[in-house]
């Protein structure tokens, strides 16, 4: 596993692109995993910058976002839909047919998380998968007790990740309590694996995913098995950490 501290948000973003930009130009069809929350939108900021200011091409990409919410239309402003046509699709040349999102409006969860699945192996597999971290080490919606041989599912959301997802609701009861997400064995399936964390309220989970136990309690711990995951912070997420890191993959030598 790779981790990179860097000065401030800023600068993990556009560190963040510039791995994600690097995979791009080497594989023009690359297959995205794709995250929402608040930390991926500053990487989101600068791989619209980079495709506008230079061309990043997007037009081959396949993606896959890691989950939904059950019963919120793509419309819904807190839905991940809108998240992701509002902070990225709108601005950069993706092709409608290859983009995917969970559709939390399905009238048959199952089967649609098979397909999902299925979809995601038609296209050959994730190439590399943005993820973001919860303060309860969640990745995707895989809340801490997710097998980590899980596959793509419904789940329920903890009481944590309902308080922190309820500022964004005018009332508490609208606050979704099931999403479909990715499950830990999707996400560890993907080729590449780029997680993004700032702020300390991040420490204590990224301390637990990147030198803590490996348990379900804290599903993030499981990137540690990853051969290829990459873990970049700002310098208060990264500040419980104990080993030494680097501060950019460009200065990493490989053996
Ligand atoms: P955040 O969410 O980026 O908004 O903190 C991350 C997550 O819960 O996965």
Redesign the pocket.
């Known amino acids: 596993m790779l981790v990179i501290i860097k000065e401030d948000y800023d600068k993990l973003s556009a560190e963040a692109a510039k791995i994600v930009a690097d995979r791009l130009r080497k594989k023009p069809n690359l297959v995205l995993g794709l995250?929402?929350?608040?930390?991926?939108?500053g990487l989101y900021k600068e791989l619209i910058r980079l495709h506008q200011n230079e061309g990043l091409d997007f037009s081959k990409v396949t993606t896959f976002n890691l989950d939904e919410y059950v019963g919120l239309a793509p419309t819904h402003d807190q839905s991940y839909h809108y998240f992701m046509k509002t902070n990225f699709f709108e601005h950069v040349n993706l092709a409608k047919r290859f983009v995917h999102l969970p559709d939390g409006m399905t009238k048959d969860v199952n089967a649609f998380c098979q397909w999902y699945e299925e979809r995601i192996s038609e296209f050959g597999g994730i190439d590399l998968q943005i993820?973001?971290?919860?303060?309860n080490g969640?990745?995707?919606f895989n809340e801490p007790g997710s097998s980590l041989g899980s596959r793509t599912r419904i789940k329920t959301l903890t009481k944590n990740?309902r308080q922190?997802n309820a500022r964004f609701f005018e009332q508490n009861e609208e606050v979704p309590k099931y999403a479909i997400t990715m499950g830990v064995g999707t996400i560890m399936d993907a080729k590449e694996l780029l997680l993004?964390?700032?702020?300390e309220?991040?420490a204590d989970a990224i301390k637990g995913a990147c030198e803590g136990p490996i348990s379900a309690m804290a599903p993030a711990s499981i990137i540690q098995m990853h051969r290829n995951a990459i873990v970049v912070t700002d310098k208060s997420a990264g500040a419980k950490l104990q080993g030494s890191y680097v501060d950019s993959w460009e200065n990493v030598v490989f053996d």
């Not at 993004?196 to 702020?199: C, E, R």
């Open positions: 995250a929402t929350g608040s930390t991926p939108l993820l973001g971290i919860g303060q969640h990745i995707a990740t922190a993004v964390a700032n702020g309220g991040k």
